[in-house]
């Protein structure tokens, strides 16, 4: 009950505390062991105050520290912090600035980099004097993707970095309490504290809404158009997420469920309208769908998004909704046979099968781009598949057949499908290749390659492609875990052990 009333509050009462954890030393032990590190061109401390100060490298252009600011750092004076760091152009480590009374970063005038190999934390945080860290909105990271807290600035306005590129591609950020913040930051969102997000553009998370029993009150999430951090939406009565209609992009976390959909019995549609994103830079886009309405239904224009970045799936309880017409006018046409089928399709929903006496009409496949259902090419005479140029994903729903047959084709010998990417099936083999021309793939080396080109595991003549690369395979379709809303636990934890 405690943690439930201090989330409540979280939105509406400004807390002091922080997300990340972190021990500057281990931080520190762990960056020196890193290649890279002149021995003499670093910081040894675990703070940066009047009696470290002078163990800084002044000379060295490229600094390798944890560099941290307490409040052992205010009596420092100003042009003392200026003369100190007048020739730092590289920071190797991370910036942390807590529980300060500095009014700017200026004095690090001369910084343009800062080198984060192994995510430290940057945190910026309970500095009730500060006003101005323009150095953080100009400057190049080299190694992205690290925690960003910037929190209890009540005199910050952080909102440049938000709208700049030099944190684009950044998934974890925490800025909340400052004078202005970066869009809104996501909890625990229910029917008692949805109201406090409404004109929200942008939800950095972890973000979890759950228990919520009034799908009506969440129209306050209408003008969100940016979600950056996995997202969990559980143990809810709503039909779909159309408050989520404008959203436009998002980006997920390593190692976790990105966009989590579970226990929602009433849900049958997505209701993502807008969503032409999904974003992860160094993993798969993580999805689970599941426990929802037995209709639950994806759009095509869903199921192409899913398909065009590279999305893994926990669980996909979907199948495709029965609509033929799309926002872009492109031609969809609903598959009977190769004969029947229209010569100007763009998309093609349903299963489509080319079998002996169809060689004829695969022309008609020249401008396809995507197959919602399967596609199966079976008992022809064709050599290649130079018609299938422009196809660029094949999904299969609710069925665990591959999403590409290849069988029986004694003259098939060139498989190329040069814009593919990401075929779909919950089945275990998405490209199942049998029975064609023989050495299609002369060694496993080849096999394996084609396996990459295409992103989806293979099926060649009964055998996996695999290679003997010391035991582990250059393509690893990455097992996804249920985040089950372990982020929102983790904050609830964290502020039942702080005092607002």
């Known amino acids: 009950m405690t943690c439930l009333l201090l989330l409540t509050l979280f939105v509406f009462i400004t807390p002091i505390y922080t997300v990340f954890t972190y021990n500057a030393t281990d ?54 912090l200026k003369s100190t760091f007048q020739n ?9 600035v807590e529980n300060t009374t500095l009014t700017n970063f200026s004095f690090f005038g001369n910084m343009t980099i800062i080198s984060n190999i192994n995510k430290n934390v940057l945190s910026i945080s309970n500095n009730p004097k500060l006003t101005d860290i323009g150095v953080l909105f100009t400057i190049t990271n080299i190694y992205i993707n690290y925690a960003v807290q910037i929190m209890n600035n009540p005199k910050l306005d952080v909102s440049p970095l938000c709208v700049g590129e030099n944190f684009l591609d950044f998934d974890r950020f925490y800025i909340v309490n400052n004078l202005k913040d ?10 008692a504290n949805i109201h ?69 019995p009433n849900m049958t549609r997505l209701g993502f309208e807008s969503l032409l994103d999904l974003y992860n830079i160094e993993d798969w886009f993580r999805v689970n769908i599941q426990n929802v309405h037995p209709d639950f239904c994806l759009t095509m224009e869903e199921m192409q998004v899913f398909t065009t970045f590279n999305t893994k799936y926990v ?21 009977e046979s190769m004969s029947a089928l229209a010569n100007d399709c763009v998309h093609i929903m349903g299963n489509v099968v080319v079998s002996s006496g169809d060689e004829e009409y695969t022309r008609k496949l020249s401008i396809v781009t995507n197959i919602y259902g399967s596609l199966s ?40 499908l040069l814009s593919m990417r990401f075929p779909y099936t919950s089945g275990p083999y998405a490209v199942v290749v049998q029975n ?24 060649y003549n009964g ?30 934890a964290l502020l039942c052990f702080v005092n607002i």
């Open 182 to 191: 970066c869009g809104c930051t996501g909890t625990i969102i229910n029917n």
């Open 88 to 96: 730092l152009n590289s920071l190797r480590g991370v910036l942390r």
């Open 196 to 264: 406090a997000y409404k004109n929200c553009t942008t939800i950095f998370g972890p973000t979890e809404i759950s228990n919520a029993t009034d799908a009506s009150m969440f129209s306050a999430l209408s003008s969100v158009r940016n979600i950056t951090g996995p997202i969990t939406i559980r143990n809810t009565n709503f039909q779909n997420l159309s408050f989520f209609s404008k959203v436009e992009r998002m980006k997920g976390d390593e190692n976790v469920v990105n966009l989590d959909i579970h226990d929602n």
């Open 315 to 335: 669980k996909l309880e979907a199948k495709y909704c029965n609509i033929t017409t799309r926002k872009d006018g492109q031609k969809t046409c609903l598959f």
């Open 27 to 80: 931080d520190m032990a762990l960056l020196f062991e890193k290649t890279g590190c002149d021995s003499q061109c670093r910081f040894n401390a675990s703070e940066f105050s009047l009696d470290t100060i002078d163990l800084w490298p002044v000379n060295c252009s490229t600094v390798c520290a944890i560099l941290k600011f307490t409040s052992s750092s205010n009596n420092i004076p100003y042009e003392k």
């Open 463 to 492: 055998a996996e492609c695999e290679i003997d690369t010391g035991g582990s395979s250059q393509f690893s379709e990455k097992k996804a875990h249920q985040n089950c809303g372990v982020y929102g636990i983790l904050i609830c």
């Open 377 to 416: 090419i079976t008992n022809t005479t064709l050599k290649n598949l130079e018609f299938l140029g422009n196809l660029t994903n094949v999904a299969v729903l609710n069925d665990t057949s591959p999403a590409i047959l290849l069988d029986s084709n004694p003259d098939l010998f060139d498989i190329s």
């Open 436 to 459: 064609n021309a023989p050495n299609i793939f002369p060694n496993p080396y080849q096999c394996h390659n084609y396996q990459n080109a295409v992103g989806a595991y293979v099926l």
